[in-house]
């Protein structure tokens, strides 16, 4: 279900929840018509199929309800990190791919070291706005960036290692 563009959501909730934003609410009404108001006077008729229409538009559409359909009868599965192959249970790999499970380890690991470094560089950004390197940042500007930027990764963060922690004490 698409957010409505009149209702509201907290930006830290449609990171967490992976709420879908309705990018042609925004494109139409947001940056359109403004733009057809600027270039009106030059354009004249031309200026509002500017971004509306044409063969530089490209228009895509995208399935993302959560639920509904057939969607409430289906039932999450994990994959195997190597080959995306549906698994039964929650570890980290198939058979066929068990003996690379050691490169696909580290190559989830190195993708949460690069996350934690990006958060670490945005966790700094924040105390230097902050004023102090020593304290913890509380922030409430939330018209920043980089604060959602952060959270997005804090998010991802999380995400990535959950999906480690599917490998368990595998023994390699």
Same mark, same amino acid.
């Given at each position: 279900?698409?957010?409505?563009?009149?209702?509201?959501? #907290?930006?830290?909730?449609?990171?967490?929840?992976?709420?879908?934003? #309705?990018?042609?609410?925004?494109?139409?009404?947001?940056?359109? /018509?403004?733009?057809?108001? $600027?270039?009106?006077? @030059?354009?004249?008729? %031309? &200026?509002?199929?500017?971004?509306?229409?044409?063969?530089?538009?490209?228009?895509?559409?995208?399935? =993302?309800? %959560? =639920?509904?359909?057939?969607?409430?009868?289906?039932?999450?599965?994990?994959?195997?990190? !190597?080959?995306?192959?549906?698994?039964?249970? /929650?570890?980290?790999?198939?058979?066929?791919?068990?003996?690379? &499970?050691?490169? @696909?380890?580290?190559?989830? $690991?190195? !993708?949460?070291?690069?996350?934690?470094?990006?958060?670490?560089?945005?966790?700094?950004?924040?105390?230097?706005?902050?004023?102090?390197?020593?304290?913890? =940042?509380?922030?409430?500007?939330? #018209?920043?960036?980089?604060?959602?930027?952060?959270?997005? =990764?804090?998010? #991802?963060? %999380?995400?990535?290692?959950?999906? $480690?922690?599917?490998? !368990? /004490?595998?023994?390699?």
């Amino acid at each position: 279900m698409l957010m409505s563009p009149f209702e509201a959501e #907290d930006p830290i909730y449609v990171l967490e929840n992976s709420v879908p934003i #309705d990018t042609m609410y925004y494109l139409e009404n947001q940056l359109a /018509k403004p733009l057809s108001r $600027i270039f009106e006077p @030059i354009l004249g008729d %031309k &200026a509002e199929s500017l971004l509306t229409k044409g063969d530089h538009t490209r228009v895509t559409t995208k399935s =993302v309800s %959560k =639920v509904g359909g057939l969607t409430a009868f289906t039932k999450k599965s994990f994959t195997c990190l !190597g080959c995306k192959a549906v698994l039964k249970g /929650k570890e980290a790999t198939c058979q066929h791919c068990f003996p690379k &499970a050691s490169e @696909i380890y580290q190559r989830e $690991i190195y !993708g949460l070291t690069a996350l934690e470094t990006k958060y670490g560089r945005l966790w700094t950004e924040c105390q230097r706005c902050s004023g102090s390197l020593l304290e913890e =940042v509380l922030c409430t500007a939330r #018209d920043c960036p980089i604060f959602y930027m952060r959270e997005k =990764v804090r998010f #991802d963060v %999380k995400e990535q290692t959950e999906l $480690i922690e599917r490998f !368990g /004490k595998a023994a390699w």
